[in-house]
């Protein structure tokens, strides 16, 4: 059991940060083990956001003089950007392991994105013109507090609360998963996925990485291959429901959309709030209530049912 | 307590069927010659005139189950819940006589396990509410989520708006009805009991259902295995008028154009002897 939520404000930027840190925080007990936020701020000035990651959270404890590891990790992350002509125009300190960096780029994403992840322990959390993504272990709150993302404003975002079922629990197998490598696009999920080994198959002989051994990340890279081969997202929300077997709800969000599908059974919870300004779901209602007390109209999707909201 | 009568077929005959039904609900409260047999034992005498109202905004699930608990052994006949927030597990296990009424909405596990209680919900209600009620009303005036009425074994429990997938699911009687539309596998595995949706019904409409019937008055997905349709008689209009205009929901062309499902009964075979148990007898 995990919970997942999602928000897009259709009438400008909100603070999404705190809304989805109480939505989060509603649903702790569907998962608490870690809590990850992709949330969507202003994509207006060209620059990409990188987040990326250079060791776990548990490394911290166990690894032998990993503090100087890190640094020295982090300090081969800043030479190979530079070697790639990145423009790093700010560099922030999430935590002592995970980074916020504002770059200038115009080359490719993927070969950026390989050339970072060779380095030992890194990880790319996100690229993105709006997208941020913060993932790490505990509940929202602590999550959002570590990352000080309460003062987050944005448009839309999406979250999840895990229970680690079928992987470990790290950051890396913690949600959302990027999809490598588009910038902007981040993927919830609440579910199992029982076709996973034989999918994950298929796409790594297409050229697709997988980084965790988590079922989730498929719809990651699915969605992300199905982008590369010009499908829209409506498209492969769609496709996935006949393609991918199991029990799944899961959320995507782009720079200027969000992305709801439930599978064929609708074992999987979901309840939506949609008005003209605003569009809020949740795995279950107390998530909306948490922002929005008054009294409201929700439901349930029904099974197969896809739905996109742009902003 | 009530027990299974004797037959004189080969398998009694040769004791295959020693179940004696000695449970609490058959020795206790069913017993027609007592006095109050259908009260619980440490029922409460409420006074419907007797009002309470309880703000919930602050409170966790266990506290308001509590106070519930403790308004009713207070003789308050009729309570008042303000202020609910979707909270999940509210109003369970109510085995008593009680004008319930929530002003907004609840999560997940709803009024479930309710045996006498008429209860009012003026919002929403999560995944599986009323779950094995027994008896009493419960009417919903928005939506409800998946699982709706599992299990339910008697009373009229009742959704203006539209509910989620498997409504009814293992239903054992009473009755559910549903102003809108229904999901995917609504009546999976009804025993008994009756069902009517005013709109839409999803896929697999009472798949492998053993027996009950289901009213729709739009448009079946498709039907699951064993279930088909049957014939709406005047009985079945009479009743379907009734219990749509109690609860203000009778479409205004009537329901003539309703469609009856019904169990196909290809599946039974839980009264059927296990193959080593036919060796024997042959």
Known sequence: MCGIAGLIHRDGAAGIGQEMTAMLQALRHRGPDSTGFAIYGDASNGEYVLRFKVAEQEDLASGFKIHDEIKQRRAEVDSRLKSLGVDVTAAEDATEYAYRYRIKFAGDLKKLSDFIEDVEGAEILSIGNGLELIKDLGDATVVSNQYALGGFMGTHGIGHTRMATESDVDIRSAHPYWAYPYNDIAVVHNGQITNYWLMRRQLERQGQRFVSNCDSELLAVYTANNLEQGATLEESMKRSIEEIDGVFTYLVATEDSLGMAKDTMAAKPMVLFESDNLVVLASEEVAIRSIMPQEIDTWDPYDEEVRVWHR | ?282
């Open chain 2, 1 to 282: 307590m009530a027990q299974v009568g004797t037959q004189d077929d080969a398998s009694h005959e040769m004791g295959m069927h020693t179940e004696q039904l000695s449970g609490r609900t058959q020795q206790v409260f069913f017993n027609l010659d007592e006095e109050g047999g259908f009260a619980y034992p440490d029922s409460f005498e409420v006074d419907f005139n007797k009002r309470a109202e309880l703000d919930v905004e602050n409170m966790t699930p266990k506290e308001v189950n509590t106070g519930i608990r403790e308004l009713m052994a207070s003789g308050h006949g009729t309570i008042v819940l303000k202020n609910p927030g979707a909270k999940h597990s509210i109003a369970v296990g109510i085995l008593n006589k009680l004008n319930l009424i929530i002003e907004g909405s609840l999560g997940y596990f709803g009024c479930g396990l309710c045996d006498g209680p008429n209860i009012r919900i003026s919002g929403r209600v999560g995944w599986s509410c009323a779950e094995n009620m027994m008896s009493g009303t419960l009417v919903i005036e928005k939506n409800a989520g998946s699982t709706f009425g599992a299990a339910i074994r008697g009373g009229d429990l009742v959704c203006k708006g539209s509910v989620g997938s498997r409504t009814g699911i293992d239903m054992k009687g009473g009755n559910i009805i549903v102003g809108g539309d229904t999901g995917a596998f609504s009546g999976f595995m009804m025993q008994r009991g009756r069902m009517i949706v005013c709109g839409n019904a999803g896929k697999n409409l009472g798949d492998s259902m053993y027996d009950g019937t289901i009213y729709i008055g739009g448009k079946i997905a498709d039907l699951g295995v064993d279930a088909v349709p049957g014939e709406l008689t005047d009985l079945d209009k009479q009743w379907l008028t009734r219990k749509l205009k109690m609860y203000e929901l009778l479409p205004e062309k009537g329901v003539d154009h309703f469609t009856k499902i019904v169990a196909g009964k290809q599946l039974w075979n839980y009264d059927n002897l296990e193959p080593t148990e036919k060796k024997l007898i042959l």
